[in-house]
Each structure stands twice: as C-alpha cells, then as structure tokens.
C-alpha cells in the first residue's frame, strides 16, 4: 500500500506563507487523483483542495480559494500544497490523502484514503 508523507508545516504569522510537501512512496502516485485535508482542534476534518490524476485541474473549498494552490510533479511522486495570506483560522493538521486512479479533481471526499501522518500549520495573530 502506498504511504504519503508530509513535510513544511511549521509557525507563520498572518499573511505569510507556507508551501507544504506530501511524497508518495509508490510510483503509481501518477495516475491517481490527490487530495489536502485539515483538521483544526475541535473540529471535523474537511478538505481543503484536490487535483486530479494529470495536474490539470483543481478545486478549492471556498476558504481557501484564491490563497491556496495545489500541484504536483509526478516525476517525483509529490503533491504540494502553496498556502498564502495565511490567517489564524487556516490553523490545523494538513493532511493529504489518495483519491481515484484517473480521478478527476471531483474525486469524492469519501474515495480518499491512505492517509499521510499530518503535519502542523500555526498561523499566529
């Protein structure tokens, strides 16, 4: 089974920015669809984006939408995820996750699986 992790979270102040990793360790990462999630204290978990299998599209929740793009290079079997005008309420986990093989960035959120270990975004006030 394939393992994701991510890497580049860490503590920006509001408005920086942040580009986090998410590395495959399986070379079929190219022709599935990806996703990033986050999960804030207390909260449910909720997608942030997600790009199909080729990187020619994405979609964003409305949150992030203009602040936030995802690509990826298949090449080096990674998704990232650029963060800008990052505010305190972008604060959570960021995950990334599995979607369909040749999905689309419609992928369905409950298709993803294969959950990274998370890594920490801080955004300070």
């Known amino acids: 089974q394939v393992q994701l992790v991510e890497s580049g979270g860490g503590l920006v102040q509001t408005g920086g920015s942040l580009r986090l990793a998410c590395a495959a360790s399986?070379?079929?990462?190219?022709?599935?669809?990806m996703g990033w999630f986050r999960q804030a204290p207390g909260k449910e978990r909720e997608v942030v984006g997600r790009?199909?299998?080729?990187?020619?599209?994405?979609l964003y929740t409305d949150s992030v939408r203009g602040r936030f793009t995802i690509s990826r290079d298949n090449a080096k079997n990674t998704v990232y995820l650029q963060m800008n005008s990052l505010k305190p309420e972008d604060t959570a986990i960021y995950y990334c996750?599995?979607?369909?093989?040749?999905?689309?960035?419609?992928?369905?959120?409950?298709?993803?699986?294969?959950w990274g270990q998370g890594t920490q975004v801080t955004v300070s006030s």
């Open positions: 790009i199909n299998w080729n990187g020619a599209d994405t």
């Open positions: 996750a599995i979607g369909r093989p040749y999905g689309s960035a419609s992928t369905p959120i409950h298709s993803f699986g294969a």
């Open positions: 399986d070379r079929t990462f190219s022709k599935w669809s």
